[in-house]
Structures are given as C-alpha cells and as structure tokens.
C-alpha cells in the first residue's frame, strides 16, 4: 500500500494564504518518492484578500480558504474536517501568510496565538499516533502553538530572534538554519525549514523542502 501524506494549505498566495512555491516544492518532492499528496484545506473565510500586485487589501468580497487552495491542488481538495489521522502517514504544513493569518492567528498575537480548531485537532491526531508532521517557513508557529506545551518540539523557522522568541515561548525549542536545510526532531517526529522566512534564492528554497520531505518520508518507512 502506498503512503499518504496531507499537504494542509491555507488559501493560495503567500501574503493571504499559502506560499506556492513552498505548496508546489512539498508536492514535487513527494511524488519524487512515489508518496501521494492529500491535499486539505479548511473552510470558511480567509482572514483578509491581498491584492499580490499592489501588496495591499483588495476590495471585494472574502474568499474561502478551501476555495483558494483548490487553485494549488488542481482542484483535488479535501474539506480539513472530514480527514483524520487514520487516513494519512504523515502532514505536512507548507508556510505563507496564510498559516498565521487563516490556520491560526500568529500574525496578530505571536506567542498568544490560538489555532484553527480542526488544524489543531489533526495535528494532535497525527501527533499522538506517532505519524510525522512537517511544517516549512512560519507554519513552524502553528505547530508550536499545538504542541509546545505538552510536547517542546524542537523545530526551526530560520534565524529571526523576534519569530524565534516567540516559539519558544509557545513552549518550542528552537533551532537556527540554513534556508537549505532542515531541522529533525526524531523523537517528536517533527521535521522543520525555513524557505522564504529568510532571504532565499528559489532553488534554496526547493533544495529545504527537498530534505524536509527526504526526512519525513524516512520516517514512514520507520513507521511502517
């Protein structure tokens, strides 16, 4: 039987929903290892529409998430709240604003955040069934908002003290990287990188998520 691994979006674009070329990069290297990408979103309405022309708000009505993120998956989306752990060997979290904006609200209250409820439900699913979670760029917060308390994962979001400080008062260990490299934390099971949370080049970013994705796939076969 094949694996399965979720790929949870947040919409589609970095500055309202998930980054795409962070989204693209985790389905290319998953289909490198022959390992199937589920991808979800949750539903309801994104936080706010950016204009990524202008980089400010646009007018017009809210988009819903689930909606906006079909755009990345091709249409092959999956409502967050009828997946559960059972069904998948292991997540992944690709980063964009829309991981502090729409999956939690990072964004606004750093170490105060609170997160979407049903992204919080999987992730302590996956979690406690020992399946392996990934979260690239600032989706790092999201795990670290579920799980710092109880679990102190050690993960990364890159090297800035200002993002770093406030993981690390979510209850998270944090550890500075590369953008081509990634954090592991095998005893959590819990694999980290920081893409365009620093000031990367494309193929920095891709070679980041290529390891992060080379390490959570480790981890099915050891799961298996």
């Known amino acids: 039987m094949s694996c399965k691994v979720g790929v949870l979006l947040s919409g589609c674009g970095f500055l309202d929903g998930s980054e795409i070329h962070e989204a693209v990069f985790t389905l290319l290297h998953l289909d490198r290892h022959g390992v199937e990408a589920v991808c979800a979103a949750p539903r309801g309405a994104q936080r706010h529409v950016v204009d990524h022309a202008t980089g400010k708000p646009a007018p017009g009505p809210s988009r819903d ?14 409502d967050l709240a009828t997946l559960g752990a059972r069904q998948l060997d292991g997540l992944i979290l690709p980063g964009g604003f829309g991981a502090a904006k729409n999956l939690s609200d990072f964004a606004d209250q750093g170490a105060a955040a609170t997160v979407h409820a049903e992204v919080a439900r999987l992730l302590r699913e996956m979690h406690a069934a020992k399946k392996p979670i990934g979260a690239i760029c600032i989706a790092p917060a999201v795990v670290a908002a579920v799980l710092g308390r109880s679990a102190h994962p050690r993960l990364t979001i890159g090297n800035d003290p200002g993002t770093a400080a406030a993981l690390r008062q979510l209850g998270a260990v944090h550890q500075d990287c590369a953008v081509a490299d990634c954090v592991v934390d095998a005893e959590q099971r819990v694999v980290t990188t920081p893409a365009y949370m620093c000031a990367a080049r494309v193929h920095e970013v891709a070679a980041g998520i290529g390891r992060l ?12």
């Open 213 to 224: 994705v080379d390490a959570l796939v480790g981890m099915l076969g050891a799961h298996r």
């Open 65 to 78: 998430v689930l909606v906006e993120a079909a755009r990345i998956a091709r249409g092959r989306i999956v």
